[in-house]
């Protein structure tokens, strides 16, 4: 692969900053999903260079912490300002390490930035209230940084779902340790770390480690790490919220979901297809927020599903380096296997396929499944492919119940064009983001983040939320000399 002034090579350390790289638990390959050639190879952190990482994180953290607010600021400002000037090759990253397609690579890229630009802000914000108290004492409240803060980062939107808590928590004062998944280690964790080299940052502040199981559950037990922020699977967040809170950590887990779009009988149909297909397929359906099920008004429903599967049929499915595709591929075969498994149990129970249900190496076809009972498989678990699986409804209430039956509950969405109609039926459902006349997959930076249920544990991260995620109260006061109490 070509060198670059910002990625100036293709074998990537296992910790920046300190010029040392040891490959404690080998090395491996950097490879596109579209193509199977390699990109380049990095090293994989064991659980003793987590360790290390840790301990000199919490060293540099307590003069970062005490720096005045306006360094950390300068730093924030400094790193989307790089963003920006290196923003064509991070897209190109995107696209062919995590096989983006360029619409949602551009995209990604852009949030990406806006959350540096955010979290630029976060230092000079109110940090504290002062409270009511007795006369003659102030009595204050302050919010004070964790310390050093874990995160745990998906392959899905790597650069993004890391930035969002590495940028915040390094703007309010904490060091980190960033664990990217090692399938896009680059865009997802030696990107962030260029930024912040050349932001400027100080040694010892930010450490990528990509590694397995292990050094995840090193993360987690470590006694310099106070929080933990995870997002990926369920099942594997069920892991890490155990495991940090056996050793009382701070954890904010943003897992799984099965996501509703419920289309009521009166929307526009055109916009009702567009929302969806975008809803469904963007990233082939490897995002957390994904429409998992489309709930169609029995009414409307025929010609509903003859339009999707005309869009599904539509979509162009190819290499996303070699032009504008709607399609790109599957991150990988197992992901491509789940998804197949999960069509062909669906149809065993009844579902009909009306479209799709193929694949070509890495890459699986826009796929409409129809007749999905709640019993089917389809109808509850999470696919993470470009599988549409619609529902039909009589009533609203029976979109409400369907919804809300799931062990999930991230994003829902509903298209009317009854404001009121749709609201009414939105106060019902059990959901952590809730969109109406939109699809499931938004978010706009400045807003929390969270699910709920197994979605999640009700924490928030994004926006208003960063402040409570990556800091802690502290009661304060102050008198001016010692009272001389009576014992």
Known sequence: ?????????????????????????????????ATGERLGEIAMADPAQIARAAATAAKAQRDWASAPYDTRAQVLRRAAQL??????????????????????????AKVNTKALHEAAALPSRSIGEVLPSEPGRLNLARRRPLGVVGV?????????????????????????????????????????????????????????????????????????????????????????????????????????????????????MDLAIANTAWGVYLHQGQICMATGRVLVQRSIHARFLEKLVAKAKSLKVGNPADGEVAIGPLINAQQRDHAARIVAEAQAAGATLATGGGYKDLFFEPTVLSDV??????????????????????????????????????????????????????????????????????????NPFGGVGASGNGTSIGGPSNIDEFTQWQWMTVKGEAPAYPI
Not at 85 to 104: A, C, M, Y
Not at 162 to 178: I, K, S, T
Not at 387 to 406: I, K, Q
Request: aromatic residues 6%; negative net charge.
């Open 1 to 33: 692969m070509a060198t670059h002034a910002f990625l100036p090579t293709a074998t990537w350390s296992g910790k920046l900053f300190d010029g040392q790289w040891a490959a404690g638990a080998g090395t491996q390959h950097v490879v596109e999903p």
């Open 83 to 108: 963003a920006e000037e290196h923003n064509d090759e991070i897209v190109q990253w995107l696209v062919r390490e995590s096989g983006s397609t360029q619409l949602k690579a551009g995209f990604e």
């Open 152 to 268: 745990i980062s998906p392959f899905n939107f790597p650069l993004y779902l890391a930035m969002r808590a590495v940028a915040p928590a390094l703007a309010l004062g904490n060091a980190v340790v960033l664990k990217p998944d090692p399938r896009t280690a680059v865009c997802g964790g030696f990107v962030i770390a260029r930024l912040f080299e050349l932001a400027g940052l100080p040694a010892g502040l930010l450490h990528v480690l990509p590694g397995d199981g292990a050094a995840g559950a090193a993360l987690t037990s470590d006694p310099n790490i106070a929080m933990i922020q995870f997002t990926g699977s369920t099942g594997a967040g069920r892991k890490v919220g155990e495991a940090a809170g056996k050793h009382l950590k701070k954890v904010s887990l943003e897992l799984g979901g099965k996501n509703s779009l419920i289309v009521l009988d009166d929307a526009d």
């Open 373 to 446: 009972g709640r019993d089917n498989p389809a109808f509850h678990e999470e696919i993470f492919a470009p599988v549409a699986v619609v529902v039909p409804f009589d009533t609203d209430d029976e979109a409400v119940e369907l919804a809300n039956d799931s062990e999930y509950g991230l994003s829902m969405a509903i298209v009317s064009s009854n404001v009121g109609r749709a609201l009414k039926l939105g106060e019902r459902l059990r959901t952590g983001l809730l969109h109406i006349n939109d699809q499931t997959v938004n978010d706009e930076v400045i």
